[in-house]
């Protein structure tokens, strides 16, 4: 079966097309500056040099979606004959609350409660919600499915997700960890499990997703037993431009302290702060490890404050997991910083954890990077969200054939 995935934001769209017959990858592409001037489509169809760009009005979701579908059945840049070849569409959707543990198909009763859940994840789900509805205009026919970041979180214990409130805002309002990245996670872990050739069943496993967004998770028996993102993706990890933990006092006496309203303090901890607030010069690490090895001292102290936080979710979690068989890096960061994985791992041999720092130095690809006598085997494992997304994709639109 062919599937379309699609990340829906909402002012940009990243796609893919893939033949889940061989798992393989047929094109894929970026929408950006949808209803702004200069939307353009840039779409790359594997296996070709051809990085094909068009600049197109796109005053909504649905003209996005139309300029997707017409790139990949483009006689020149596409990979279709015609869109009838493509079996359904996946989604994903940022939240799905406590209803979804797993992927859906989406139906009319699914869109209610996914507009329902925008309470809980304002900046994402009504993109999402966008669109699946301008898919349905354009292709009524073929069937969708929802792939929630949150499911994957699901299996999570309460003492994992209930925090130490007033009970009844849990109960009124949602107020509970849901945790985010769950279709990395999940990849990951299975990935590492393939790889090592041991049963997710007899596995402890820490997923460490360092993105611009970063979470740890704690694996146990393929289930996720904890998380380090919250009720939202801002608590946890430092991340590029969000605080992750921090005293929840501090809101209060800075936005006196500033006279900043709550929706101001809500946007410094998430676009302000991180490892952009500390260093006080950019989100991307690479920026902040060369003004490091210049000197800089507070770029020094950023890198440093990162791997601390980093580290003491793994130390935690190893305690909640009672062991540690696996330890692996994920996404932007945990992919491809070298020096990063180091300072992580440093020091960390009465965890079992031991890094070779020969084998450390990789890139982007799969890799065991511990020493032969280390006991937690730590890996390198590059994520593949849309790979997951088709999978659940095909998997749900059989068993609802
Ligand atoms: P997201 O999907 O959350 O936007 P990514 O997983 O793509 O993030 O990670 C992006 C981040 O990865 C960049 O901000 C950058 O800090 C980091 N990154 C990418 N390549 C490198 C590298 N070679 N060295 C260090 N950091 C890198």
Same mark, same amino acid.
Not at 246 to 257: H, N, R
Not at 336 to 343: C, G, L, S, V
């Given at each position: 079966?062919?599937?379309?995935?699609?990340?829906?934001?909402?002012?940009?769209?990243?796609?893919?097309?893939?033949?889940?017959?061989?798992?393989?990858?047929?094109?894929?592409?970026?929408?950006?500056?949808?209803?702004?001037?200069?939307?353009?489509?840039?779409?790359?169809?594997?296996?070709?040099?051809?990085?094909?760009?068009?600049?197109?009005?796109?005053?909504?979701?649905?003209?996005?979606?139309?300029?997707?579908?017409?790139?990949?059945?483009?006689?020149?840049?596409?990979?279709?004959?015609?869109?009838?070849?493509?079996?359904?569409?996946?989604?994903?959707?940022?939240?799905?609350?406590?209803?979804?543990?797993?992927?859906?198909?989406?139906?009319?009763?699914?869109?209610?409660?996914?507009?329902?859940?925008?309470?809980?994840?304002?900046?994402?789900?009504?993109?999402?919600?966008?669109?699946?509805?301008?898919?349905?205009?354009?292709?009524?026919?073929?069937?969708?499915?929802?792939?929630?970041?949150?499911?994957?979180?699901?299996?999570?214990?309460?003492?994992?997700?209930?925090?130490?409130?007033?009970?009844?805002?849990?109960?009124?309002?949602?107020?509970?960890?849901?945790?985010?990245?769950?279709?990395?996670?999940?990849?990951?872990?299975?990935?590492?499990?393939?790889?090592?050739?041991?049963?997710?069943?007899?596995?402890?496993?820490?997923?460490?997703?360092?993105?611009?967004?970063?979470?740890?998770?704690?694996?146990?028996?393929?289930?996720?037993?904890?998380?380090?993102?919250?009720?939202?993706?801002?608590?946890?990890?430092?991340?590029?431009?969000?605080?992750?933990?921090?005293?929840?006092?501090?809101?209060?006496?800075?936005?006196?302290?500033?006279?900043?309203?709550?929706?101001?303090?809500?946007?410094?901890?998430?676009?302000?702060?991180?490892?952009?607030?500390?260093?006080?010069?950019?989100?991307?690490?690479?920026?902040?490890?060369?003004?490091?090895?210049?000197?800089?001292?507070?770029?020094?102290?950023?890198?440093?404050?990162?791997?601390?936080?980093?580290?003491?979710?793994?130390?935690?979690?190893?305690?909640?997991? +009672?062991? @540690?068989?696996? /330890?692996?890096?994920?996404?932007?960061?945990?992919? $491809?910083? #070298?020096?990063? *994985?180091?300072? &992580?791992? +440093?020091? @960390?041999?009465? /965890?079992?954890?031991?890094?070779?720092?020969?084998? $450390?130095? #990789?890139?982007? *690809?799969?890799? &065991?990077?511990?020493?032969?006598?280390?006991?937690?085997?730590?890996?390198?494992?590059?994520? $593949?969200?849309?790979?997951?997304?088709?999978?659940?994709?095909?998997?749900?639109?059989?068993?609802?054939?």
């Amino acid at each position: 079966m062919k599937v379309l995935v699609i990340n829906c934001g909402s002012s940009s769209l990243k796609y893919q097309v893939l033949d889940m017959d061989g798992e393989n990858l047929l094109a894929k592409g970026l929408v950006e500056r949808i209803g702004m001037d200069g939307s353009v489509i840039t779409h790359t169809k594997i296996g070709s040099d051809d990085k094909w760009k068009n600049e197109v009005p796109m005053p909504t979701h649905k003209e996005a979606i139309e300029q997707v579908l017409n790139a990949i059945v483009d006689p020149e840049h596409g990979v279709l004959h015609d869109m009838s070849e493509l079996g359904a569409v996946g989604h994903r959707v940022v939240h799905g609350g406590e209803r979804y543990a797993n992927s859906v198909l989406i139906d009319e009763k699914v869109l209610t409660h996914l507009d329902e859940l925008s309470e809980l994840a304002p900046l994402h789900n009504p993109a999402n919600i966008l669109g699946i509805r301008a898919c349905q205009k354009l292709m009524p026919n073929t069937p969708m499915v929802a792939v929630f970041d949150t499911a994957f979180h699901q299996t999570m214990p309460a003492e994992s997700y209930i925090y130490a409130l007033p009970y009844e805002y849990y109960e009124k309002y949602g107020v509970r960890r849901y945790g985010f990245h769950g279709t990395s996670h999940k990849y990951v872990a299975d990935r590492a499990s393939k790889i090592m050739n041991v049963s997710l069943d007899d596995m402890k496993i820490i997923t460490c997703h360092l993105g611009n967004g970063a979470s740890v998770s704690a694996i146990k028996r393929g289930k996720c037993i904890d998380t380090s993102m919250g009720f939202t993706p801002l608590e946890g990890l430092v991340m590029g431009t969000r605080c992750g933990d921090i005293d929840p006092s501090i809101t209060t006496y800075i936005s006196e302290k500033e006279n900043l309203s709550a929706e101001q303090m809500n946007e410094i901890m998430n676009k302000k702060s991180g490892v952009l607030g500390i260093s006080g010069i950019s989100s991307d690490f690479r920026d902040i490890e060369a003004a490091a090895e210049e000197g800089n001292e507070r770029a020094q102290l950023t890198l440093k404050v990162f791997a601390h936080k980093v580290r003491a979710y793994i130390g935690a979690f190893i305690a909640e997991m +009672n062991g @540690l068989d696996a /330890l692996v890096f994920t996404a932007g960061v945990g992919e $491809n910083d #070298i020096a990063m *994985r180091d300072i &992580i791992c +440093n020091d @960390l041999g009465n /965890l079992g954890i031991k890094l070779d720092l020969v084998k $450390n130095k #990789i890139r982007g *690809r799969e890799a &065991i990077i511990s020493r032969d006598d280390s006991p937690v085997t730590i890996m390198l494992i590059p994520t $593949n969200e849309e790979l997951m997304i088709a999978r659940d994709t095909v998997d749900i639109v059989e068993k609802n054939r």
